[in-house]
């Protein structure tokens, strides 16, 4: 069954620096979203990307952070200048198209900043 | 603003012992409810949607079914292995996004 697989698994960084996470979405979906996950708490949405620009994005996702589909496989999750608040699960999520369509999630990223 | 709340927030049952989970939703223009289930440090993994009042839907030992303000997602005689979270969620009419509850924290007991 074609799944949505994330890079990496886990990463820790210091505080300031820039980190990446990676995602590569079902290959025949066409919306691409990234979502957290702080511990203890409910599952945000932070992003929503289609047609190679954003469409929609939460008060979360500030001028940190950007997403890009460099190429026709992969979406990734900048955070130009990592907080001690983004420690966080990351989740990738695409879905075939956006009105009531599924969505489906990776496994996840988890980003612990020091 | 879109809002989904999920009760109880835990529940403990024997191996056996059936039981419902709630999903309260306030959301304009529904597209659809989801329930996800999630293991201790996975990714929510899909369980069903629903898309109008009235709707059911059944897999092994799950079936969830929908109002115009809830969604149930009932628990067959569960077994330990049903033991997860499970995650509601809504979407609705002009966005993209998904809107998580908090989740009911299921446990059974052999």
């Known amino acids: 069954e074609p799944e949505v697989t994330q890079t990496p698994s886990h990463q820790v960084t210091q505080m300031g620096q820039e980190v990446i996470l990676r995602c590569v979405p079902i290959s025949n979906h066409l919306y691409f979203y990234w979502y957290r996950q702080i511990l203890g708490q409910k599952v945000e949405f932070l992003v929503s990307?289609?047609?190679?620009?954003?469409?929609?994005k939460s008060e979360i996702f500030d001028d940190q952070f950007s997403v890009e589909r460099p190429d026709g496989s992969n979406f990734t999750l900048k955070i130009r200048s990592t907080k001690l608040e983004d420690s966080a699960m990351y989740f990738c999520a695409s879905s075939v198209e956006n009105s009531g369509n599924t969505i489906y999630f990776g496994e996840g990223s988890w980003l612990t900043v020091v | 603003e879109d809002q989904v709340t999920q009760s109880p927030e835990a529940l403990r049952l024997q191996e056996g012992e059936s039981s419902s989970l709630n999903c309260s939703y306030t959301?304009?223009?529904?597209?659809?409810l989801f329930w996800y289930r999630q293991d201790p440090g996975k990714g929510p993994e899909f369980l069903f949607t629903l898309y109008s009042a009235g709707e059911e839907k059944e897999k092994e030992r799950l079936k969830a079914t929908l109002t115009k303000k809830e969604s149930f997602l009932h628990i067959t005689a569960p077994k330990p292995e049903d033991s997860a979270t499970y995650l509601c969620a809504a979407k609705g009419r002009g966005n993209e996004k998904l809107t998580f509850g908090t989740g009911t924290r299921l446990t059974i007991i052999p």
């Open positions: 990307f289609y047609n190679n620009e954003i469409s929609e």
């Open positions: 959301v304009s223009g529904l597209r659809g």
